[in-house]
């Protein structure tokens, strides 16, 4: 079993990312700006949208924090993404998901310019994404598909197993696998909560992938030897023995599926690293003009 380590990718890309802001910086007198909107007070959000920012800091972006209150009416939140979109100093917006339920995510997502959606949540960039044109692709496929090139991992012509179908993971990642591109060029079979016997696909994945927020879904037993794993499950649990007094366990059975793996991302130090590369790289690109005239 070989690790995909996210923190030695990510700390890499890193460095290039800097690389690349430094100059931005010293052509054109600005930094890349990213803003996040946070609503609410859920434990996870705002530890991850903290890293965001962390990491924006430690690359030379600029980078904004917009808090809200739970009890924000959807007519405030809207407002003020149309306020960020037309500010020239941003390069991206996000909008921490998921929302309180009063507020419509498809109506936030939407709302945001799409030359501005770094998350490339938008119709528009998934529809780019989908026909192969330039577009932001959503923060956490997209740094998957970075770690799989960093390692050299074949795609061409295997089958890719994708478990989820969410807008923000599942979905794009299923797109991208099947584009022809490097990653890329998979077979690929989408499995979800109305899927009778995943074990069965499962079982015949060259890559698998599984995003769908249960600890320790997929056991040994439903992964063939020499499979690819990687696992975007990121599920919370309360815990005594760790300084934040949380323990984070993925949806893969780590220590028994990685016995049968050729390649296998942990948790934590695995995808969700890489997320933030992603998320950094489509800001960078915006701050380019590079996607968007
Ligand atoms: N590492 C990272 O950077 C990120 C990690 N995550 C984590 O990844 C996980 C998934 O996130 P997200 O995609 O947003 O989750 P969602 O809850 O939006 O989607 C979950 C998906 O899994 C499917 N599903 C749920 N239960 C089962 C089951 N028993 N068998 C088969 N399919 C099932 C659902 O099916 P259906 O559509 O039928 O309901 C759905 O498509 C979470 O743990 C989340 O925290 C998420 C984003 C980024
Ligand atoms: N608009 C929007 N965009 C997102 O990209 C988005 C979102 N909403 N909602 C929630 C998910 C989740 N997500 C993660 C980001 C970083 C880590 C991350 O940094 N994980 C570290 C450690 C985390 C820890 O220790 O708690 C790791 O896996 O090693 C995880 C998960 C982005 N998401």
Not at 40 to 52: C, F, L, N, P
Not at 226 to 231: I, L, Q
Request: aromatic share 6%.
């Amino acid at each position: 079993m070989q690790l995909l380590d996210g923190k030695y990718v990510s700390e890499k890309l890193k460095g290039e990312i800097a690389e690349a802001a430094a100059k931005i910086l010293a052509e054109t007198g600005r930094k890349p700006h990213l803003v996040a909107v946070l609503v609410g007070h859920d434990g996870g959000s705002e530890t991850y949208v903290a890293s965001k920012i962390k990491n924006c800091e430690a690359v030379g972006f600029k980078s904004t924090l917009v808090r809200y209150e739970s009890d924000v009416t959807e007519e405030e939140l809207l407002g003020k993404v149309a306020e960020l979109n037309t500010d020239a100093d941003i390069d991206g917006i996000i909008v921490q998901l998921p929302l309180p339920k009063h507020i419509d995510p498809e109506k936030v997502t939407e709302k945001i310019d799409h030359r501005k959606d770094v998350d490339g949540f938008h119709p528009v960039n998934l529809g780019r994404m989908q026909r192969n044109l330039p577009s932001f692709i959503p923060a956490t496929p997209y740094g998957i598909t970075l770690m799989l090139k960093e390692y050299g991992v074949e795609t061409a012509g295997k089958h890719c197993v994708v478990v989820g179908r969410s807008n923000i993971v599942g979905s794009p990642m299923s797109i991208l696998m099947a584009r022809n591109t490097t990653p890329g060029n998979c077979t690929v079979t989408i499995c979800h909560s109305r899927t009778p016997d995943i074990k069965k696909f499962t079982l015949d994945a060259d890559i698998l992938i599984v995003a769908i927020g249960k600890k320790n879904f997929i056991t040994a037993d439903m992964v063939k030897e020499g499979v690819v794993v990687v696992d975007v499950g990121m599920n919370r649990e309360t815990s005594t023995t760790t300084k934040s007094g949380f323990k984070l366990y993925g949806d893969v059975d780590f220590e028994n599926v990685s016995k049968k793996a050729s390649w296998i991302t942990p948790v934590p130090g695995g995808v969700g690293l890489m997320t933030i590369i992603g998320l950094l790289k489509n800001t960078l690109a915006s701050a380019n003009k590079e996607v968007y005239k």
